[in-house]
């Protein structure tokens, strides 16, 4: 029942390149230098559901020569977060997590897996809810809890995404939060934020952000409370606006927020090629106030068609048009201006959880939730036993193995990560290792720190729900009950 402690420590530990963050009314903040963080994130879940593969002891951050290769080029891309879906926390994964935080990238883990008894149910969830699902989530927690790059936790991913299942859902799923975070407070040397990441149904997203972020009257230190709200939307379609897309009244929407909210997911693919206009709007005046940034959906080209990237079985990889495109918005943004601005002292207080708050007729609106299962208090008060322990581990290699082309069939040389300075996280222009126009050029860096700390330190030797689909298929990754 409880998990595997065999994880080989591969190196000491190391100091941590990227700044560790705090959350700050409805922002992430670097407490060194008082400054908002703005998530420029990729989905990262290699092979689709494949790429999960606890029998073969295999998932996204199991192979560090994997992860040095798309660790590289999501660096020169200019991403600073990923987020990954699916992951069993009996494998090591000291390699890539310490490969992504030299890279100067975050991690936000989904706790779940679309495995039978791995995830809440949206269909009689009391039923999913159980010792034996939590203790899996804990796992999780254990296994990256140690990473300073683990930035937060996804309790779940479109739980709740029809008016029908609003009505039975939210209830355990802020108890799933509420049992994470009390772990996290038993367990953790330090804070890690958990949330939920949602549908973009528009007609019960207020209503699920309002039930997630209130303050229940009488509960300590608001454990329930998720720290942070992020949407899964895929309203931003070809050239479209801020208007247009409906952009604007998701502004309107969280604009009185008491936690972070950000784009979990977002990267319409129809029409294509795709253009990634919006990535002006994410990061511009009209949305940074309100949004935290946004994960692009997604790295990897999957039979959804939504990847930047062609992976093929010899793990050579094959860049598309769109991977360029993305880079060439990224590389137009003014990220010193989006990463300089000064955390806001002006912090909304969370509204109070009462019936009134809810504003649709079957969305659920009762917050006694359910007692923390049998056998599941001891777990959260003394830690699974034996525990996954993961940590930073020496890198004596940067360079990628294995072969890159371009989105016009041109041979990547010298591509490499390109180890990011104390402190300091990926901004475009850290890495140079892949040119905006699609032709290759060899690895290298601008010598941006990433909008970090602007010491002269050396550049660093390192000695988080079913697989993410748009809503409209998610149904087909619904796990049932069973023992793990």
């Known amino acids: 029942m409880l998990f595997n402690a065999a994880l080989l420590a591969l190196g000491a530990s190391v100091v941590a390149a990227v700044p ?24 990262y879940q290699p092979g689709g559901s494949a790429g999960y593969d606890p029998e073969h002891k295999r998932d996204p951050l199991s192979d560090g020569k994997v992860c040095m290769r798309d660790a590289a080029l999501m ?19 000291d390699e890539c997590a310490s490969i992504f935080n030299a890279a100067g990238m975050y991690m936000l883990l989904d706790v779940n897996s679309p ?5 809440l149910t949206n269909v009689k969830p009391w039923e999913s809810y159980y010792m034996e699902y939590l203790n899996r989530t804990f796992a999780v927690v254990e296994a990256f809890k140690s990473y300073p790059n683990t930035l937060a936790f996804f309790s779940g991913n479109e739980v709740i ?41 528009r007609e019960i997203l207020e209503d699920s952000w309002n039930y997630f972020q209130c303050s229940i009257e009488g509960e300590k230190d608001d454990i329930s409370r998720a720290d942070l ?15 247009q897309s409906g952009y604007n009244t998701l502004v309107d929407m969280f604009k009185t927020t008491s936690v972070p909210v ?13 253009l990634f206009t919006e990535i002006g709007s994410i990061y511009g005046k009209e949305m940074t106030g309100v949004f935290a940034g946004g994960v692009v959906y997604e790295y990897t080209q999957e039979a959804n068609n939504y990847g930047l990237a062609d992976i093929h079985t010899d ?36 509204p109070k959880c009462s019936r009134s708050l809810i504003k649709t007729s079957l969305f659920n609106k009762n917050f006694t939730l359910p007692v923390v299962p049998p056998k599941t208090q001891p777990l959260i008060d003394n830690g699974i036993r034996p525990a996954p322990v993961g940590r930073l581990v020496d890198i004596s290699n940067w360079d990628v193995t294995y072969p890159v ?12 990560v390109v180890p990011m300075k104390d402190d300091a996280y990926n901004t475009p222009g850290s890495n140079n290792g892949v040119s905006t126009d699609g032709s290759g050029s060899s690895g290298g860096s601008s010598g941006n720190n990433g909008g970090g700390s602007q010491n002269a330190a050396a550049p660093m030797g390192v000695a988080s729900a079913a697989i993410a689909i748009p809503m409209v298929i998610m149904a087909a990754f619904m796990a049932g009950a069973q023992l793990i």
């Open 405 to 416: 082309k371009d989105s016009n069939g041109k041979t990547i040389s010298n591509l490499k």
């Open 315 to 350: 793990n050579s990889i094959d860049l598309r048009a769109d991977f360029h495109t993305l880079q060439k918005q990224y590389a137009a943004v003014s990220w010193k201006d989006v990463q300089g601005v000064s955390a806001s002292s002006n912090k909304q207080a969370a």
């Open 75 to 93: 660096q020169s891309l200019g991403v600073n977060t990923i987020r990954v879906y699916n992951l069993d926390p009996n494998l090591n994964h």
């Open 20 to 43: 560790s963050l705090e959350i700050q009314g409805n922002q992430f903040v670097n407490p060194k230098t008082g400054k908002a963080f703005q998530i420029a994130g990729m989905a």
């Open 262 to 274: 950000f784009f979990s997911e977002f990267g319409c693919n129809e029409p294509a090629p795709r």
């Open 229 to 243: 709200f992020a949407l899964n939307s895929y309203s931003w379609c070809g050239d479209s606006s801020f208007q």
């Open 115 to 119: 495995k039978p008894g791995d995830s």
């Open 161 to 201: 995404y029809t008016k029908e299942n609003s009505e039975t859902v939210p209830p355990y799923m802020r108890a799933v939060t509420r049992d994470l975070k009390n772990y996290i407070k038993k367990n953790s040397a330090r804070k890690i934020p958990v949330g939920y990441s949602a549908a973009d149904v």
